[in-house]
């Protein structure tokens, strides 16, 4: 019998040690809080025939690992050995992967929607859902796989291939891990390895990082923007329509998904939509009617005429920007975990468009200072380190009878304080809801 390590013991973890287990291997799960400590795995990779280890893609490159390469084991992630295991079994559903900096889970989750609207047996996965390996050894007979990947996901990528791979846009993220921008960008760029010319891989031409890397696109190449350009998008936007290929698919003022980067979103959608073959009514109807997803620019609550945005998805600079300006002088909570970022470009952001900024999380003194030396006035500065003070302060400063938003957008991850943004957006509402009810 084979043996392998798994290390991590999250939801890719688990899910890599049942497909393993399925493939008929003995498993080791290593992870420091909960199983197998790393200094026990070493000894297993000294004393043991191991011939796979599976890295989870929230785990550092530790001592552990080092040591896997220095005795030349295999390492990979939890995606690579889902596509071996769907190769291996000769399992003939489509891959769809998706990754980018911004928009990536909702680019995900609708494009699943909408292949379910039109009758496709489809599950998300990866990033989002269940891990990518199990969704496939559990559900053998899907029509679609649709994977969202970070860039951690696609580190050890070797053999994998979707067959239709996107990027929705590449910004500054994760130099904490990366060496730089380039490294973090062109890791990004995994999602096409392998493709072949009858693959599809879609890019976004208002991303200018993706434009600079077009020679690493091995699969048919489709385009989609704002506009028409020198690269004939096939999705694009004109006079307040977006049209597929000439045709008129949709008036952008009834979508349901508002904004500039919900409008790019609904490009790849569309997009995907009409490359499978999908109806022009079908894509109409279904981006008319969809919901926006939890924690991503959620209007979850009012308070008189304020109203309470949940943008807790917003962990980058870039998202937080695409969120402050979709309002007029928002009210801004902000901050959280140090990247390593330049903050700069968030601070004149907030120079700019907000009305006043309430500060949480490890980034609050940087900001605070930041601020300061662009004389944005020290009165709307709000250093108050957690959510709660935050909304305890707003309580006694806010007039439910005047107009006003609420933008919760931190701008980063949450690690410093929460478990993932999922959990922080929840107690920012639960919060909300406590004081403002």
Known sequence: MEKAIVFGAGVSGKGSKSTLEKMGYEVYLVDDKISITSEKGIEILENEKISLFIKSPGVPYTDLIKKALELNIEVIDDIELGYRYKMKNKISG???AITGTNGKTTVTSKISELLEKSGFKTKVCGNIGYSFSETISENPDLDFYVLEASSYQLENIKEFKADIALIVNLAPDHLARYRDLDHYYDTKFNIGKNQKENDCFIVNTLCLESLKRLDKISGHKKFV??????FKESAYVKNGYIFYENEEILEVELAS????????????IVCVGKKLGISTETIRDFLYSTKTLEHRMENFFKYGKVEFINDSKGTNIDSTKFAVEA??????ICGGYDKKLDLSPLENLINSRVKEVYLIGDISDKLQEGLKKLQYPEEKIFNLKNLEDVLKKLKSRLDKD????VLFSPATSSFDQFKNFEERGKIFKELTKSYFS
Not at 402 to 405: A, F, G, H, P, T
């Open 94 to 96: 489509k891959i769809i």
């Open 225 to 230: 923007g704002l506009n028409e350009t020198e």
């Open 257 to 268: 998904l508002k904004g500039k980067h919900n409008l790019e979103n609904m490009l790849f």
């Open 327 to 332: 309002f007029q002088n928002p009210i801004l």
């Open 402 to 405: 005047k107009e006003s938003v």
